[in-house]
């Protein structure tokens, strides 16, 4: 019940796509859904989040599409760019512990 | 804002020694702070929670004499690998958040991590 399953664990995107990566938790008690960035070697910085009054929040190029019924929450970047490769990790909170996810390796071709 | 330094990035040392890795937060008060390992190609798994003046919580089937957690101020956390050994070898990543201890809306921050190697 305290999983974080995140989808795909790769994705490779053509520069300008969108880069699209899906999380879906069991844990109703989760209140606050966080996307994270990790370049290799280094430790992951906080990108976006949401919280479940909302059902969409976008900065700049990502947004997080949030399904509070379905339990699913999901990353759009959008004109996806080769600065973008990354490892991005989804994650749910509750009472402040962070729970990721597996992680997904993204590699945007030039 | 919400800069968290760790220090050091990298550490290569015998078996059996002990590591010190410090964790400050330069910009913020970290009321908690996180210890996480991390594997290649994994997800960062949660070692410990620690809120300051507080003895921290370690994650079931972390060994608490293993890895020491101090929690001193609001601004330094460090974790001691205590006689480290080969499977010890592994990438810790530290994170802070303020707001009040325990529960709250702050979002962490992490560093950058550490890549301790014990040959």
């Known amino acids: 019940q305290q999983q974080v399953k995140q989808s795909p664990q790769s994705l490779i995107v053509q520069k300008g796509g969108i880069s699209i990566i899906n999380c879906a938790y069991e844990?109703?008690?989760?209140?606050?859904f966080p996307w994270y960035q990790q370049f290799p070697g280094k430790g992951p910085a906080l990108l976006i989040a949401?919280?479940?009054?909302?059902s969409e929040k976008k900065e700049g190029r990502f947004t997080i599409s949030f399904n509070k019924s379905a339990k699913q929450f999901s990353l759009h970047i959008m004109d996806s760019q080769p600065g973008d490769s990354a490892t991005y990790f989804c994650a749910a909170s509750g009472r402040g512990k962070l729970i990721f996810g597996q992680g997904t390796e993204l590699s945007v071709k030039p | 804002g919400a800069v968290v330094s760790q220090h050091p990035s990298r550490v290569i040392c015998k078996s059996g020694t002990s590591v010190k890795i410090e964790c400050r937060s330069l910009?913020?008060?970290?009321?908690?702070m996180f210890w996480y390992r991390q594997f290649p190609k994994q997800s960062l798994m949660l070692m410990a929670t620690s809120n300051e003046g507080s003895k921290a919580t370690y994650e079931q089937g972390v060994e608490k004499d293993k890895f020491l957690i101090n929690h001193a101020s609001l601004t330094l956390s460090t974790l001691t690998v205590t006689s480290a050994h080969p499977e010890d070898s592994s990438f810790y990543i530290c994170?802070?958040?303020?707001?009040?201890?325990?529960?709250?809306?702050?979002?962490?921050?992490f560093g950058d991590g550490t890549r301790l190697s014990i040959l």
């Open positions: 949401i919280r479940p009054d909302v």
């Open positions: 994170s802070a958040k303020g707001g009040a201890m325990g529960y709250s809306n702050q979002p962490q921050h």
């Open positions: 844990n109703t008690a989760f209140d606050y």
């Open positions: 910009d913020f008060q970290a009321t908690t």
